[in-house]
């Protein structure tokens, strides 16, 4: 092959070095990995299908698969009535909307630790800033993360507020792409703001709308450091998400065959999550 | 061309890069402590005083590196063979694992072994420490025993000269420490207070003392089965979940907050020697505390035993000279060794002469505050040994939660399913 | 009316969202004891917290760590990112579509399956507890290789081919050309893939257990997690402050790439 020639295949070797030694071998080691059993330091040991029989049996690993599905049910439509409310108020021509954005944006930016850590006190039952607040107006305290019931939500409550500033920004932008001409003629015909808002707004940022409930997905599958910090996992292992019980089986107890079981299985969930999703919002578009 | 050859040479020059290097001298020793500041420092002199005399046969001190957990550290210096030839800050219930995987020596196999043993330790505790196959990998070394803090001055006021020794004098100082202290309907200080947390090492500080407490010494784990389906453990838990049912015990993660036992938010802990340098440095004006034995079930008999978060000295596969490295283990355990390490960290060797040798008595004479422990040492258990120990604890640990800290069950189901769970771990591994 | 409503709405908003970081800030140099009933200003004012956090745990260290993982992180993503882009959208070569389709493929992969194997790799490599299990995994990134795909194509053609024939290696053209030419590419890839580096935890989690490597959100989290603070709450605090900061800083310079970087991601499928 002429130098000429070999160019573009130099421009692309590293990625696919890359893509070979770090993508494409730990998918096939993966899945290679589901078959045995091992614990990092005593050698491998083939164990057919024992981990899949594992996995059908493990109430925990369902558990904690119902656990995220309980966090994203609560977490994206919180997320989405939220974000597109304030963005609606901050497509109006009002003064400031710099500064108010940059307010809203601020917790997207800072690390999720900083968020984790911060609202452990704020949740905290005895003397959480919450709490007290609850009680200086005469209410009863509430076991944000102490009662199993309402654990999860909490967390997504807080995962809520961490994000919400990203789907504002998204949304807003979303909303500039409706053409103005579009409610002028409403309002001609004597349409109603709830009305403007359900049959012109909403159809129109519908692209806006399914890259949100996308990206909230994959986002709140991966549901990892906010149970780590926060509760361990806990109350009664109702904020024990799936990728934190992964990580429990392969990195606390060193069970890495099964844990590489497991991963497989959530992967697969998520792919036909997602795809549904498509399918769904596609439909609606359609 | 010349750029193009340069980037080609250095991608694979990256992906084959060199870790790191085992610090290993050729003819001495590389011994690892842990890197509490006061260890440190001990090891040092032993090290230095062994260096002098054996300059020959020099071995080389470092702490283990600082992370997340020491346990993880020497995990991960196991899996990337990178180990020492000697750590001294082995959690008994991680040898297990290490040792059938076959990364650790069996010291009964190094002459002179076996009778310097038997010599320091109690064949009950050589016992202990005794694997499934019959070898010895790990050398009884330090014992940090949990006993029960208490608040000297609150306990007065509520008219107890002695802390309570029985479950139900508990109960009592307890239900006189809620009754004192509701505020808006809300109780805000209690009697003591343990980590609800699941995790499984948290069942270390209260389940598994309060158990031993209990059964004298009792076992979780025997010839692989569980065998604390039993009343000693269905009365630990009951115990527990009445102090929680009775709001005797909150239920947040007070160490989410600053420390509940020095703001006088509770009036006991259960704990270690560890807790003394730390309550006296941050403790307010005026404070006093003591240790005692952890609370018993009424028809208790014979002392009172508990959990010694026991840690212990191990030689790995990689060491080059065994013999060696065990003449110089027997400095840091002689008897000038343990009196050492009890002078410089306050942490207690697990040895027989511990209150009979003068040396040793005198020094608890001296520090009244340690005399507590050193009374304890004998009564000490450290975890089974189980390749699978973590596993066990966590299985506990969720009955617990459920029965003792949320009352979704009696504490006679939770012991039965807890075993019944651990039963299916060992059978799996 | 409508217009005030909208506006004290919105100032409610913004106090929700900020009021949180002021009792952080407030918290963390407030005395212990006085933490449990802050709600605005501290009673007193001290750095001790701060002090014991420094005396602790490497947290300057760390800084360092999560500054040079991150710059050459991005570094790496930029490079690599916009070589690859480049291939693709104005070089001929065989399995073109082929390549596009796999950089898709990879990027709706879940974590979950490579993050076990990956890690093993590291052991295999005895990276574990080097910079390089940090950087290498993720010096190249899908993302990056399609929004620079993606700009790249609204450069003129001609203005390339121009290049050609003055007799401009295809590097050059990259480097002399493209990257001039991108310059909004470059920030946005460059702001999104250092926030992305600079807040993972669970990698770093994993393959750092020795505290002089640790990144600072690792080593803030394994901070507040673990027992080195010493049941002090306004330690803690003051480390999540600490964490905080940096961000902070640039985000308040660069607010308005910050945003405009992190929207983008969402408009360009």
Known sequence: MTTKKAIPYLFIVPYLIHFLVFISFPVLFSFFLMFNKWNIIAPMEFVGFQNFYRLIHD????????????????????????????????????????????????????????????????????????????????????????????????????????????????????????????????????????????????????????MVIILSTIGGFSLFIEPYVMTGGGPLNSTLSAVLYIYKQGFFYYHMGYAATLGFFFAGIILVVIFIQKRYIEKETG | ???????????????????????????????????????????????????????????????????????????????????????????????????????????????????????????????????????????????????????????????????????????????????????NGYVNKWVGYIEVEVTWWQRLFDFYPLYLAASNGGHLIQNNKAVFDNKYAVETFSFLKTLFDNKYFPRERLSARQDPFLSNDIATRFTGPWEIAHSNKFKPEGFQFSFSTLPVPGNHKGNVFTYGDTKNIVIFNTCKNKILAWQFIKSLISKEGDFELLKMTNQIPRRKDLTTDKEFSDFFNDNPEMRPFALQAKYVKGPDNSPVLKEVFDAISQQFEECVVYGKKSPKEAVKDAADDVNLILLQQ | MKKLFTYITLIIGAVVFIYPFWWMLAASVAPQTSIGNLTFLPESVSLNSYSQVFSKIPIARSLFNSLFVSLTITLGVITFGSMVGYALSHLEFKGKNLLFYIIIFTMTLPFQITLIPQYILMVKFNWVDTYFALIVPYFLSGLSIIMFNQYFKTIPRDLIDAARIDGCGEFRILFRILWPNALPAIITVGIITFMTSWNEVLWPIIVIRDDKLMTLPQLVTLFAVGGRAESQLGVKLAAATLLAIPVIVAYAFFQKYFIQSMASTGLKE
């Not at chain 1, 911060?118 to 919450?130: F, P």
């Not at chain 1, 015909?189 to 909403?202: M, P, V």
């Open chain 1, 59 to 210: 109430h925990l690993f369902l558990q904690s698969i119902l656990n995220t599905l309980i966090f994203l049910i609560i977490h994206i439509p919180l997320q989405i009535i939220v974000a597109l409310f304030f963005a609606v108020l901050l497509s109006k021509k009002l003064k400031f909307i710099g500064f108010f954005r940059a307010a809203y944006f601020l917790p997207v930016v800072v690390s999720g630790v900083v968020v984790t850590i911060l609202w452990q006190q704020l949740y905290g039952y005895e003397s959480g800033l919450l709490n007290r607040m609850l009680i200086s107006v005469g209410l009863d305290k509430v076991g944000w993360l102490t009662n199993p019931e309402i654990a999860m939500p909490s967390i997504a409550i807080m995962a809520t507020w961490k994000n919400v500033g990203l789907y504002i920004v998204l949304f807003l932008a979303g909303l500039q792409t409706v053409p103005q001409y579009l409610y002028e003629s409403a309002e001609l015909e004597g349409a109603s703001s709830w009305q403007k808002f359900r049959y012109i707004t909403l159809p129109m940022i519908n692209p806006t709308m399914f």
């Open chain 2, 1 to 183: 061309m010349r750029k193009i050859v340069l980037i080609i040479l250095l991608i694979p020059f990256i992906v084959i890069s060199c870790g790191h290097n085992r610090e290993s001298s050729e003819n001495g020793i590389l011994y690892w402590s842990s890197n509490n500041t006061d260890e440190i420092n001990f090891a040092k002199k032993i090290v230095d005083n062994w260096n002098s005399k054996n300059p020959e046969r020099k071995v080389k001190f470092q702490p283990v590196p600082e992370g997340q957990s020491s346990e993880e550290v020497i995990l991960a210096a196991v899996v990337g063979e990178t180990t020492p030839d000697i750590y001294s800050n082995m959690w008994q219930g991680d040898v297990e694992l290490y040792a059938k995987a076959g990364k650790l020596v069996p010291l009964d196999t190094l002459p002179g072994f076996l009778p310097f043993i038997y010599e320091r330790c109690d064949s009950e505790v050589v016992k202990e420490v005794t694997s499934s196959d019959g070898h010895i990998y790990q050398i009884p070394w330090k014992i940090n025993p949990i006993m029960m803090i208490y608040n000297k001055k609150w306990f007065h006021n509520i008219g107890y000269n002695n802390p309570p020794s029985t479950y139900s004098e508990y109960f009592k100082a307890a239900e006189k420490i809620k009754e004192n202290n509701m505020q």
